[in-house]
């Protein structure tokens, strides 16, 4: 299949820092969107070339094939669609197994060595095989997955926190500068997740309209941590996770899924789904009641 006759859909999710759940928020989404439908192809690829973890998290060790098994085709660019989907490990959704997965690089040393050209072609190649990635990268822009797969996503979630650091600080020092330096208009295609990662009040506490003001940026969604989620995430245990807390997850994650829905062509939120998102809006006490 040629590039003209590509139809899936990229949406990238990148953190303003490292390690502050974007690879839990962007697998979240993809699992949910999977579990959806087993008629359409959901894809997630780990193009965090530093620091790739959601082979642990879904006690896969060692994981299958990686990205680093397909350098020599990206290179030679003879990679395609139907290789890549050989590539990636199918999981189980709710019965499906339309979640694809193609686990991250396991050679730190050698994430500089991923051209732009190696990393385009992979992503012409998704795009053939899947109606939906989801691509999740590294935090940092000193590298080519990070700078192409933000410049050729059709929608992009920037993953930040309410700690000042991370919204103020980074989100200046990487993503803007990042966006502008490689002329990428993000209010056009990026909307923000704030996960609010730490299980104490913090001193300070900056509101989502505070860190939608700074980052220039609206938020689509409030992703909290919960409390079982990192003993979860040791035992290798993530996919399961996600199936024990679906309705929440679709409540918090509503207007992403609902993003994403609509980009790869996949079915929408349920009525109870938009009904829980809708909840988070309303005065406390009348969700308590």
């Known amino acids: 299949m040629s590039?003209?006759?590509?139809?899936?859909?990229?949406?990238?999710f990148i953190g303003t820092s490292p390690n502050i759940g974007t690879t839990l928020a962007s697998f979240a989404a993809a699992s949910r969107l999977a579990g959806r439908t087993g008629q359409r192809r959901v894809s997630y690829l780990c193009l965090n070339l530093k620091s790739s973890k959601i082979h642990h998290y879904l006690g896969m060790e060692p994981p299958a094939?990686?990205?680093?098994?397909?350098?020599?085709?990206?290179?030679?660019g003879s990679l395609t669609g139907e290789k890549l989907l050989?590539?990636?490990?199918?999981?189980?959704?709710?019965?499906?197994?339309?979640?694809y997965v193609l686990f991250g690089n396991q050679n730190r040393e050698q994430a500089e060595y991923y051209m732009p050209a190696d990393?385009?072609?992979?992503?012409?190649?998704?795009r053939e095989a899947f109606d939906l990635t989801i691509v999740e990268v590294n935090a940092y822009w000193d590298n080519a997955a990070t700078i192409c797969a933000v410049s050729e996503a059709d929608a992009g979630f920037l993953v930040t926190?309410?700690?000042?650091?991370?919204?103020?600080?980074?989100?200046?020092?990487?993503?803007?500068?990042g966006t502008s330096l490689f002329g990428i208009e993000p209010n056009k295609r990026f909307k923000i997740i704030v996960n609010e990662r730490s299980p104490q009040p913090r001193p300070v506490s900056f509101k989502p309209q505070h860190i939608s003001k700074e980052i220039g940026l609206p938020v689509a969604a409030e992703w909290d941590w919960e409390k079982e989620l990192g003993?979860?995430?040791?035992?290798?245990?993530l996919l399961e996770w996600i199936g024990a807390h679906g309705e929440q997850l679709?409540?918090?994650?509503?207007?992403?899924?609902s993003e994403l829905s609509a980009l790869g062509d996949l079915p929408s939120l349920t009525r109870e789904a938009k009904r829980i998102w809708f909840r988070r809006w309303e005065p406390h006490g009348e969700r308590r009641a």
């Open 161 to 177: 926190t309410a700690a000042l650091s991370d919204f103020q600080e980074d989100a200046r020092q990487w993503f803007k500068a």
């Open 231 to 237: 003993p979860a995430l040791q035992r290798g245990r």
């Open 119 to 126: 990393i385009e072609h992979l992503l012409r190649c998704a």
């Open 250 to 257: 679709e409540g918090v994650l509503g207007q992403v899924l």
């Open 86 to 99: 050989q590539g990636c490990t199918s999981l189980p959704v709710q019965g499906n197994r339309n979640l």
């Open 65 to 76: 094939v990686t990205l680093d098994a397909l350098r020599s085709e990206l290179r030679s």
């Open 3 to 12: 590039s003209a006759q590509s139809s899936g859909k990229l949406a990238i």
